[in-house]
């Protein structure tokens, strides 16, 4: 059963960044895509961006300017760094896997509050 | 992007009765790639539903999913005190490559 757990400050001040890790466990980090996703305070979901092993990416054209999501296979983990935030980036940021046909998200972290306040 | 509006907003319901979640795509999505979720407080998402009708390891036989085109369904059979939660909807394909609907509160009546 593959596990994830995110990890990171829980509070960033305006314009700083945003970094988050995520850990991997019972499974391989090096055969599939891994993602984040985040959920501003009683709103939907929305989808960061994900990662491969070799280190190809793929990010919500909104975000992209300001997202960096990279892999370390010798660590099996994952990262987020996300530029220049405001309290507009206030949320709970989840990582997550992508399933084996590339189009769903078959295992979550349970999630970490990022508060963006000075 | 594909918008996915979810419908009701709110779904009250009692235990043993039957559940009926709609997602309606703004453009046609393929029938392999709109998957749902069940979410409850403090908790990441589960994978309910891939593939428009095919369940993820684990999930009981009561939860169906239907659909094609623009329009999709979520049916739960008989809801058990577990059920109740908030449930969404995601697609994948166009730019931003994956996106949610704003999901479907379902609560005990």
């Known amino acids: 059963q593959v596990q994830l757990q995110e990890s990171g400050p829980g509070l960033v001040k305006p314009s700083e960044t945003l970094s988050l890790t995520c850990n991997v466990s019972?499974?391989?980090?090096?055969?599939?895509?891994w993602s984040w996703i985040r959920q501003a305070p009683g709103k939907g979901l929305e989808w960061i961006g994900y990662?491969?092993?070799?280190?190809?990416?793929d990010y919500n054209p909104s975000l992209k300017s300001r997202v960096t999501i990279s892999v370390d296979t010798s660590k099996t983990q994952f990262s987020l760094k996300l530029s220049s935030v405001t309290a507009a980036d206030t949320a709970v940021y989840y990582c997550?896997?992508?399933?084996?046909?590339?189009?769903?998200?078959?295992?979550w972290g349970q999630g970490t509050l990022v508060t963006v306040s000075s | 992007e594909v918008v996915l509006t979810q419908s009701p907003g709110t779904l009250s319901l009692s235990p043993g009765e039957r559940a009926t979640l709609s997602c309606r795509a703004s453009q046609s999505v393929s029938s392999s790639y709109l998957a749902w979720y069940q979410q409850k407080p403090g908790q990441g998402p589960r994978l309910l539903i891939y593939?428009?009708?095919d369940r993820a390891t684990g999930i009981p036989d009561r939860f169906s999913g239907s659909g094609s085109g623009t329009d999709f369904t979520l049916t739960i059979s008989r809801l058990e005190p577990e059920d109740f939660a908030v449930y969404y909807c995601q697609q994948y394909g166009g730019s931003p490559m994956f996106t949610f609907g704003q999901g479907t509160k379902l609560e005990i009546k």
């Open positions: 997550a896997r992508v399933g084996n046909y590339g189009s769903y998200f078959d295992f």
């Open positions: 593939g428009t009708s």
């Open positions: 019972g499974g391989s980090i090096s055969i599939s895509y």
């Open positions: 990662t491969y092993h070799s280190g190809g990416t």
